[in-house]
């Protein structure tokens, strides 16, 4: 389907472009163009949020709205299903990726470890803006061991 | 048919709100506001019995003698509250539940719309259209 790539392409031009910007990262710039990208993320996590769930019931639970960002979410943008979803019950989930759709194109293994997290700011931002729609307030953070396998780490704020 | 229509988000702050016959519309208002405890008492009616459907149609709200109101909430716990005569007595349950779904597909729209910051007033005018489209159909 070639659905699919427009979107990875699409995506890896926005990560290109933000750091094609900044000649000179050093700490601050490279901060500023995650935070955009987890905005931009975080703003079409709204609008999906809005979106996907019309035709299922209401969410029970925090649960029922993790297990919708596992299945739906990730099915509609990715077309897959999340790999493993594990929670301590208290408020932290732990998403898993085998094979997250950005990172198959880029290789398997440790080469372009350090590379990873930019490509992983924009699904953070999307996750939290989902999230936020639903009713929760959340940290995303994302970390990668080993490509193309990456694990989100989201924290429900209570207040 | 519908005499007023009106979205309120989360926080329970008015998203957009318009009724038919502009003069009286305080007491529109003062309506809408009173229902939003009626949809609160079902939600969270809702949430503790063990259904396994849960609807996001709510159905009559109040009935008083001259409107019937009725309510309907969305995933994100926006709410739409919809005020229709009572002696047009034609309209059932159904074409209020197709109403429903047509407000909810255009607020989606709205969502989604880049120029829309959510939270701030609805000002779209194809959100307008749609909603005149409900309300002026007295023949």
């Known amino acids: 389907m070639a659905d699919a790539v427009l979107f990875e392409f699409l995506h890896t031009e926005m990560v290109a472009e933000l750091w094609a910007r900044d000649p000179d990262p050093g700490s601050g710039g490279k901060k500023k163009s995650l935070s955009v990208l987890e905005g931009l993320g975080f703003r079409v996590g709204q609008a999906l949020g809005e979106r996907l769930p019309r035709e299922t019931l209401a969410f029970r639970e925090e649960l029922d709205a993790l297990k919708f960002l596992c299945k739906d979410l990730w099915a509609a943008m990715f077309q897959k299903h999340m790999d493993g979803l594990r929670t301590n019950h208290q408020g932290t989930y732990v998403l898993q990726d085998n094979s997250f759709p950005l ?57 | 048919m519908a005499v007023c229509i009106a979205v309120i988000a989360k926080e329970n702050y008015p998203l957009y709100i318009r009724s038919t016959p502009t003069e009286d519309e305080l007491k529109f208002h003062y309506m809408v506001h009173t229902s939003l405890d009626v949809v609160d008492e079902k939600i969270s009616a809702m949430g503790k019995a063990l259904v396994d459907q849960r609807e996001l149609y709510l ?57 829309y910051n959510p939270g701030d007033r609805i000002q779209s005018r194809a959100f307008d ?11």
């Open chain 1, 103 to 159: 990172f198959i194109t880029m290789g398997s293994g440790s080469q372009y470890l350090e590379e990873a997290p930019k490509f992983l700011a924009f699904t953070c931002g999307l996750l939290c803006g989902a999230l936020h729609t639903l009713g929760f307030q959340s940290l995303v953070t994302a970390s990668v061991a080993a490509l193309p396998a990456c694990k989100f780490q989201v924290v429900i704020q209570k207040y």
């Open chain 2, 59 to 115: 159905g009559l709200l109040y009935p008083t003698e001259d409107y019937k109101v009725y309510g309907y909430v969305t995933n994100s716990k926006v709410k739409f509250v919809m005020v229709v005569d009572s002696s047009n007595t034609a309209l059932r349950d159904n074409e209020i539940r197709s109403m429903f779904r047509k407000l909810h597909n255009s607020y989606t729209d709205v969502m989604c719309n880049p120029f």
């Open chain 2, 129 to 139: 259209n749609m909603v005149t489209s409900m309300m002026i159909q007295v023949c």
